[in-house]
């Protein structure tokens, strides 16, 4: 069992920045990929970026690339998603997730959700 605390959500400027964490406790952390998933009002949950246990492995979606940055301390158990020029099309509860194996994109391979943790971006 795997649980995930997000952090670090709020309300900012178009353009501005946010850090946000995901704390695990249960099982070894450094075994697990995470990722981060974002659901917008009215729209599915969707992918954001993913990172290997390792951390030497990322990928990103489209929408995202060059702007979001996912990293992790395995040693603390934390995956971090740096958000930069944040848009107002960024504005969507975000997900930290967990999986055993390797990376993926897809929401249903991912075992273990955190709550959520808002992010307003204004125009």
């Known amino acids: 069992q795997v649980q995930l605390v997000e952090s670090g959500g709020g309300l900012v400027q178009a353009g501005g920045s946010l850090r946000l964490s995901c704390a695990a406790s249960?099982?070894?952390?450094?075994?697990?990929?995470m990722g981060w998933f974002r659901q917008a009002p009215g729209k599915e949950r969707e992918f954001v970026a993913t990172?290997?246990?390792?951390?030497?492995?990322?990928y990103y979606a489209d929408s995202v690339k060059g702007r979001f940055t996912i990293s992790r301390v395995n040693a603390q158990k934390t995956v971090y998603l740096q958000m930069s020029s944040l848009k107002p099309e960024d504005t969507a509860v975000y997900y930290c997730a967990a999986r055993q194996g390797i990376v993926s994109v897809r929401l249903s391979e991912y075992n273990y959700w955190g709550q959520g943790t808002q992010v307003t971006v204004s125009s």
């Open positions: 990172i290997s246990w390792s951390g030497t492995g990322t």
């Open positions: 249960g099982q070894t952390f450094s075994r697990i990929a």
